[in-house]
């Protein structure tokens, strides 16, 4: 495993780091036990940096995480996430008393008296536009109840701007072979500002895996089968917006530049560690197997300039006309 500067908050972290949505909820049953052993997996692997929320699955997330903490000797960072509680999900929530509120659970939760990184949970655009947003975040930072924080965003434009306020630390945003355009124009200016970006929906909710096929059934409580149109929560989330068939035809095309000692999980997580701005992919995972062939990812050799150049041009073939403009 290789690490990778985590912005300037100071911290190395994983380049594969652990997305702890899936052993939460909405990716169909979990079982804590199996989950367990993917987190004592990651950690064996050396990945020392986990991504959740206090929504995944109300707390269960956080709280397996405690255990892991509990259960392990090594330093494990932790990111969360707050917002997502909101109900109606509004720019006016996101003030000092919600905010404070929830990450007073995240830490009941994560049995810990400060958040390593608190990311604002893809909250409406509007919020990007209330410095009183970020002052409330100063003044917890200030209370020690965070060390850092940073955003979790849907959309290029409120990267941009989230990154104007001089204390976000991080940016976590869509990024994989179906979701270039955040390399185009975000990366630069992260770079310049030395902002840390947690690569998400890395393997486009297992697509990219290559093992979905027209006839994948997913269970009625799993995003993929009841938020395939957006239903519940922005579309892009769910196989990174791309439609179904659309991504099945393309994941074939990539099948073919597979280079040797690849599977196609580490060939799309390579894709994402080739670029410099990135700090960390981080693949959901729900079994040690699927972590430990994740993790794997980071000691494969850098891809062939060919390979990059193909990905890119089926990109431009398939999936730009639909997919670029939208986030
Ligand atoms: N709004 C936000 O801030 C937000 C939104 C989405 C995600 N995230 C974060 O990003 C993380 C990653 O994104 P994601 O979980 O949505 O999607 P992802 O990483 O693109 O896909 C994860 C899914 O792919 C499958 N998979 C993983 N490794 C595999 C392997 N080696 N072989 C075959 N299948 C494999 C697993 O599903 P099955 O085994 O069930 O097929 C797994 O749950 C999340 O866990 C979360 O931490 C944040």
């Given at each position: 495993?290789?690490?990778?500067?985590?912005?300037?908050?100071?911290?190395?972290?994983?380049?594969?780091?652990?997305?702890?949505w899936a052993i939460g909820g909405s990716w169909g049953s979990v079982d804590?036990?199996?989950?367990?052993?993917?987190?004592?997996?990651?950690?064996?692997?050396?990945?020392?940096?986990?991504?959740?929320?206090?929504?995944y699955g109300?707390?269960?997330?956080?709280?397996?995480?405690?255990?892991?903490?509990?259960?392990?000797?090594?330093?494990?960072?932790?990111?969360?996430?707050?917002?997502?509680?909101?109900?109606?999900?509004?720019?006016?929530?996101?003030?000092?008393?919600?905010?404070?509120?929830?990450?007073?659970?995240?830490?009941?939760?994560?049995?810990?008296?400060?958040?390593?990184?608190?990311?604002?949970?893809?909250?409406?655009?509007?919020?990007?536009?209330?410095?009183?947003?970020?002052?409330?975040?100063?003044?917890?930072?200030?209370?020690?109840?965070?060390?850092?924080?940073?955003?979790?965003?849907?959309?290029?434009?409120?990267?941009?701007?989230?990154?104007?306020?001089?204390?976000?630390?991080?940016?976590?945003?869509?990024?994989?072979?179906?979701?270039?355009?955040?390399?185009?124009?975000?990366?630069?200016?992260?770079?310049?500002?030395?902002?840390?970006?947690?690569?998400?929906v890395?393997l486009a909710s297992g697509l990219?895996s290559?093992k979905l096929?027209?006839?994948s059934q997913f269970a009625s409580d799993d995003h993929r089968q009841f938020n395939r149109h957006?239903e519940a929560f922005?579309?892009?989330e769910t196989f990174?917006?791309?439609?179904y068939?659309?991504?099945?035809?393309?994941?074939?095309?990539?099948?073919?530049?597979?280079?040797?000692?690849?599977?196609?999980?580490?060939?799309?997580?390579?894709?994402?560690?080739?670029?410099?701005?990135?700090?960390?992919?981080?693949?959901g995972g729900k079994r040690?197997?699927?972590?430990?062939?994740?993790?794997?990812?980071?000691?494969?050799?850098?891809?062939?300039?060919?390979?990059?150049?193909?990905?890119?041009?089926?990109?431009?073939?398939?999936?730009?006309?639909?997919?670029?403009?939208?986030?």
């Amino acid at each position: 495993m290789h690490y990778r500067d985590l912005g300037r908050t100071g911290w190395k972290v994983s380049e594969i780091s652990f997305g702890a949505w899936a052993i939460g909820g909405s990716w169909g049953s979990v079982d804590d036990g199996e989950s367990m052993a993917a987190l004592h997996k990651a950690v064996d692997c050396g990945v020392n940096f986990i991504d959740t929320a206090d929504v995944y699955g109300m707390g269960r997330s956080e709280r397996l995480i405690a255990r892991l903490k509990r259960e392990r000797t090594e330093q494990i960072l932790v990111a969360t996430k707050a917002g997502r509680r909101l109900s109606p999900h509004t720019a006016d929530g996101y003030n000092a008393q919600n905010l404070t509120a929830f990450i007073e659970d995240s830490l009941r939760n994560l049995a810990t008296d400060s958040l390593d990184l608190l990311q604002l949970h893809c909250p409406p655009t509007d919020a990007y536009y209330r410095p009183e947003v970020f002052g409330a975040l100063d003044r917890l930072v200030e209370q020690g109840k965070i060390r850092h924080y940073g955003v979790s965003v849907e959309r290029v434009e409120e990267a941009l701007k989230a990154i104007e306020y001089p204390n976000v630390k991080t940016v976590q945003i869509i990024f994989n072979v179906f979701r270039l355009r955040p390399a185009c124009l975000f990366f630069e200016q992260a770079v310049r500002k030395r902002i840390g970006i947690l690569a998400r929906v890395p393997l486009a909710s297992g697509l990219l895996s290559g093992k979905l096929t027209r006839q994948s059934q997913f269970a009625s409580d799993d995003h993929r089968q009841f938020n395939r149109h957006g239903e519940a929560f922005d579309a892009g989330e769910t196989f990174s917006g791309v439609a179904y068939e659309t991504g099945l035809a393309a994941v074939e095309e990539m099948r073919n530049l597979l280079p040797a000692g690849f599977t196609m999980p580490q060939f799309a997580l390579r894709w994402i560690l080739m670029f410099d701005a990135v700090t960390c992919a981080i693949p959901g995972g729900k079994r040690p197997s699927q972590v430990e062939e994740n993790c794997a990812a980071s000691d494969r050799p850098p891809l062939p300039e060919e390979a990059m150049a193909a990905i890119r041009r089926i990109y431009d073939e398939k999936i730009r006309g639909d997919l670029h403009q939208r986030w």
